[in-house]
């Protein structure tokens, strides 16, 4: 659903939420090194993902990011399932594809292949270019509409991914975290990375998987690319190796009044990251419809 702010022409996309949370919620296991892409790997998972984008639909998400945060090559290798690559990533998009039915783009995910947490154990920025654009290639075959290099943590692997994923011909979206003292994870400044990621072919620069007070941060660096920019925050438990403390548990009004900021400074994609549920989207969407022309 694109919808239009009250006070401007501007229309705003609304992407979906949290897939690994809603899958733990589920019964599916997301906690090891595949996340939400442990749903891929029997009939029982992949009924709670269809479960989880159809969720999203029904919320009012206009865009749904299939499965693949964790489906590159060397994060299924790391798993002892490198032969099912690109498979995973295949099926992925395929589940995503079927929820979606026409009503909603879909996104395939390119996370830093290492740990998106620790851009210490990030490649050498040509093995990183080589190993993006060998997922970003699977992704495109399998029918994305667009590409979302996201919860970028290292500038030189995410100016990596972005120029794979454009050398695909598709739309491509960044969106990296923010540290505490307005930087990236790995100390690069973020308003320089949006700028060089839109040089490389990026469309839109976002903030994601950064509590809502990081967003508050971060945006101005984002808004700084001069291409549509917006944010989808983190909820809750924070990762040890992230310099944040816990998050706070939002209600879903109280993350659309968050939301609802950013777009008064400009933000025209806003959805949400882990621990969002179809229930903080469907007030983002509800706050939308309010906003918007009668």
């Not at 749904?64 to 399932?81: E, H």
């Not at 740990?115 to 210490?120: E, I, V």
Request: hydrophobic content about 50%.
């Amino acid at each position: 659903m694109a919808a239009q702010v009250a006070d401007s022409s501007r229309a705003v996309h609304l992407l979906d939420g949290a897939l690994g949370t809603e899958l733990g919620r589920r019964g599916v296991e997301t906690r090891g090194g595949l996340f939400s892409a442990a749903s891929l790997l029997d009939e029982r998972g992949r009924q709670a993902l269809r479960e989880v984008h159809r969720a999203y639909l029904d919320a009012g998400a206009e865009i749904i990011t299939a499965a693949t945060f964790r489906t590159n090559r060397r994060a299924l290798a790391a798993a002892g399932l490198g032969a099912r690559f690109p498979e995973l990533a295949r099926i992925a998009v395929r589940e995503a594809r079927s929820a979606a039915a026409g009503r909603a783009r879909v996104a395939g995910s390119l996370a830093p292949v290492a740990d998106c947490y620790r851009p210490d154990l990030r490649p050498p920025p040509a093995q990183a270019s080589a190993e993006h654009l060998e997922h970003a290639r699977a992704l495109a075959a399998a029918g994305c509409d667009l590409l979302l290099v996201e919860t970028v943590a290292a500038a030189d692997e995410g100016l990596a991914a972005v120029a794979a994923a454009a050398a695909t011909g598709l739309p491509v979206w960044v969106a990296a975290m923010a540290a505490p003292k307005g930087t990236m994870l790995d100390g690069s400044d973020l308003t320089e990375f949006y700028r060089r990621a839109v040089d490389a072919g990026a469309t839109a620069a976002l903030v994601n998987c950064t509590p809502p007070d990081g967003v508050d941060l971060a945006l101005s660096a984002a808004s700084a690319a001069q291409v549509p920019y917006g944010a989808y925050a983190h909820l809750g438990a924070v990762d040890p190796a992230v310099p944040w403390g816990n998050a706070p548990e939002l209600t879903p009004e109280q993350y659309a009044d968050r939301a609802a900021r950013w777009m008064d400074r400009g933000a025209t994609i806003v959805g949400g990251c882990c621990g969002t549920t179809p229930a903080h989207i469907a007030a983002l969407a509800a706050r939308l419809r309010i906003a918007s022309p009668k």
